[in-house]
C-alpha cells in the first residue's frame, strides 16, 4: 500500500506545496496494475447486476489487495481490532455468497470499510471512527489521481521519448505483422485459424459496442473510483487525534494550582465548588430515589399483567400495546441511561460522602430497566405468537439485546468509573457483533416456516410473496395450510388497502408465483449474482 506519511505522524498528507501543484500520487506497479484491473472487474461483476457471488468476490480481491501491499512489519499486523474485522469480513462475505440478504450485504461492505479504515490508522478502537477514516481518506485519493488523466504537456524532451518508445513498439509490431501474412500465404490451416480468429474478434467487437453508453462509462468511472478509495492509502490522522485524547476511565478535574505565577483560589471559590458538587450529589439521589419508586410501580404492574398467563381480552388493541407501548418503553430505557451517563461523567464519582448510596441507586435503577427490558421482550413476544413474524420483530429483538449489554456498560461506569469513550467503544463492538449475527441468519426461510402454520387464522401472504424467490419453494411446501385460514391478505406490503383472497386462490396465486419463477430464473439470473440458497431452492422446486 502506498502511504505518504508514516502511519503514527500527524502531518498531513499534502503539503499546501505540493497540493498547489497537483502532483499526482506516487503509485506503486502493483497499484497501477490493481487500480484499472479493480475498475474493470467492478464493471464485470456488478453492472445491471444483483447482490451475490460479485459482492463476495470483490471483496475477496479488496482483502487480497490489501494484505498484499501492507509491509511486514505494519503496526495493523498487531491490531485485535484489525483481526477482528478481517474475520468479519471473511465471514460476510461468506454469508453474501451463501444468502445474498440485504444484512449481509451491509455487513459485508461495513467491515471491508472499517477494515480498510484501520489500514489506514492501526490504533483506532472506535469502529465509528474507523469507518469515517476510511470514507474520508478515499474522499482525499480522488483529486490525487486527477493529474493522470491529464494528456502530457508537449515539448522537445517528452517528443523525443515518445518517438523512442514509439519506435520501441512499432519495430516489433511490423515484423509480426510481415510474418503473419508470410505464414498466411504458406499455410492454408494458419489461415483458416487466423481466420477464425479475427472472425471472433470481431464478433466480440461488435457485441462490446451496444454496451458502450453513457451510464456504462460513469459505472466504469464510478468502479475505478471505488477501487482506488480501497487500494490506494492516504493517512488521515483526524479521528485518530481525536481518539488520542479520549481515556479509559474519568479522571478527576482539579483545580489549578498556583505555579509560575498562577494565582491560587481562594477559599471561597473551593467551598462554593464543593456546594456546587454536594447539591449536585442532592439532585441525584432525589432523581434515582424518586424515578427507582415510580419504575418500581411500572414493573410490578407488568409482572403481574405479562410476565405470566397474559391473554389478550376480547377487542384488546394488540397493535396498539406492542407498537406504542414497545416504542415508549424503549425510549424511556435510553432516557435512563442517558441521566446515569449525564450524573457519572465528572467528579461526582469522586464524592466520598455519599457515593455508596449514589451507585446503589443508580444500580438498582439500571436493575429495574433491564426487568423493563425484559416486559418489551415478552410484548414483543406475544405479538408474534397472536400475529406472526417480521422482519422489525425481530429488529426490536436485536435491539433489545443491545440495550441489556448497553445497561451491563452502564453498570461498569457507575462501579469502575469507565468513561462515555469506553461506553461507546464497548457498545459499537457489540453492534458489529450482532450486525455479524443478522447476516448468518436465514430469517426469510424461518420467517416463512413460522407464518404457515395451522395455529394461525390470519396469514399476511403478501408478505411472504414479497420475500426473495428462495422462500417459494417452502411455502409451496406448506400451502395445505392455506386451506384452514379464515383471512389471508395477499395485497403488498404497505398497500392502503387490504385484499383478501380464499385459500383456493391463494394457492393459485403462490403455484403462479413459484411457476414464473422455475421459468424465468433459468434465464434471468446471471453467474454475478449467484447465491448457493437461490440455488439449492430452485434445485428443490425443480424436482
Known amino acids: 500500500m502506498t502511504t505518504f506519511t508514516s502511519p503514527a505522524a500527524s502531518a498531513p498528507a499534502f503539503p499546501p506545496a505540493v497540493a498547489a501543484r497537483r502532483i499526482p500520487l506516487p503509485l506503486t506497479a502493483l497499484q497501477k496494475l490493481l487500480l484499472p484491473l ?53 465471514l460476510s462475505a461468506g454469508a453474501v455468497l451463501w444468502y445474498g440478504s440485504g444484512a449481509a450485504w451491509l455487513a459485508c461492505v461495513a467491515s471491508l470499510v472499517m477494515l480498510l479504515g484501520l489500514v489506514n490508522q492501526p490504533h483506532l478502537r472506535l469502529l465509528a471512527f474507523a469507518l469515517l477514516t476510511a470514507l474520508g481518506a478515499a474522499a482525499r485519493v480522488l483529486p490525487g489521481l486527477l493529474p493522470y488523466l491529464r494528456l502530457p504537456q508537449a515539448g522537445a524532451g517528452r517528443w523525443g521519448s515518445t518517438r523512442f518508445y514509439g519506435r520501441l513498439l512499432l519495430a516489433p509490431l511490423a515484423v509480426l505483422v510481415v510474418f503473419h501474412f508470410l505464414f498466411v500465404l504458406a499455410n492454408p490451416r494458419y489461415a483458416a485459424l487466423a481466420g477464425q480468429v479475427f472472425e471472433r474478434l470481431g464478433d466480440w467487437l461488435l457485441a462490446l459496442l451496444p454496451a458502450i453508453s453513457i451510464p456504462h462509462l460513469l459505472f466504469f468511472l464510478v468502479g475505478l473510483a471505488l477501487t482506488a478509495g480501497t487500494l490506494v492509502v492516504v493517512p488521515l490522522h483526524f479521528f485518530q487525534d481525536r481518539e488520542s485524547r479520549l481515556g479509559e476511565f474519568v479522571r478527576r478535574q482539579r483545580d489549578r494550582v498556583a505555579s509560575l505565577g498562577v494565582r491560587r483560589p481562594d477559599f471561597r471559590t473551593l467551598n462554593r465548588k464543593a456546594l456546587d458538587l454536594r447539591k449536585e450529589y442532592l439532585a441525584a439521589l432525589a432523581v434515582f430515589g ?63 460522602p455519599g457515593l455508596v448510596a449514589l451507585r446503589w441507586g443508580a444500580t438498582v435503577w439500571v436493575v429495574q430497566n433491564a426487568v423493563l427490558v425484559v416486559s418489551v421482550g415478552l410484548r414483543n413476544y406475544y405479538y408474534i405468537q397472536y400475529t406472526g413474524l417480521a422482519y422489525k420483530r425481530i429488529g ?64 399476511d401472504l403478501g408478505f411472504l410473496l414479497e420475500m426473495p424467490a428462495r422462500v417459494l419453494p417452502e411455502l409451496a411446501a406448506r400451502q395445505q395450510v392455506l386451506d384452514g385460514m379464515s383471512r389471508i391478505i395477499i395485497s403488498p406490503p404497505g398497500s392502503y388497502t387490504a385484499e383478501t383472497a380464499p385459500p383456493t386462490e391463494a394457492r393459485a396465486l403462490l403455484q403462479r408465483r413459484l411457476a414464473n419463477w422455475r421459468l424465468n430464473y433459468p434465464r434471468q439470473r446471471t453467474w454475478q449474482s449467484w447465491t448457493a440458497a437461490e440455488s439449492a431452492a430452485f434445485a428443490e422446486a425443480s424436482k
Open 38 to 90: 479493480g475498475a474493470v472487474l467492478f464493471d464485470v461483476l456488478f453492472y445491471r447486476q444483483g447482490v451475490g457471488l460479485n459482492l463476495a468476490l470483490y471483496t475477496l480481491f479488496v482483502v487480497a489487495a490489501t494484505l498484499v501491499g501492507l509491509p511486514r512489519h505494519a503496526a495493523v499486523w498487531r491490531s485485535g481490532y484489525f483481526r477482528l474485522l478481517l474475520a468479519g469480513t471473511m
Open 290 to 352: 424518586l424515578v427507582n419508586g415510580l419504575l418500581l410501580v411500572v414493573n410490578v404492574i407488568d409482572i403481574r399483567w405479562i410476565w405470566s398467563g397474559f391473554v389478550p381480552a376480547p377487542g384488546f388493541d394488540l397493535t396498539q400495546f406492542v407498537h406504542e407501548g414497545t416504542y415508549v418503553l424503549i425510549f424511556s430505557i435510553l432516557v435512563a441511561m442517558g441521566i446515569v451517563l449525564w450524573f457519572f461523567r465528572r467528579n461526582l464519582n469522586f464524592y466520598q
Open 396 to 459: 426490536v429483538y436485536g435491539f433489545l439485546l443491545l440495550t441489556f449489554f448497553g445497561l451491563v456498560t452502564v453498570l461498569l461506569k457507575i462501579w469502575q468509573r469507565r468513561s462515555a469513550f469506553a461506553l461507546v467503544r464497548l457498545n459499537s463492538l457489540a453492534a458489529y457483533g450482532l450486525l455479524l449475527l443478522l447476516a448468518l441468519g436465514n430469517w426469510e426461510i424461518w420467517i416463512g416456516r413460522y407464518n404457515l402454520n395451522a395455529r394461525f387464522q390470519t396469514l
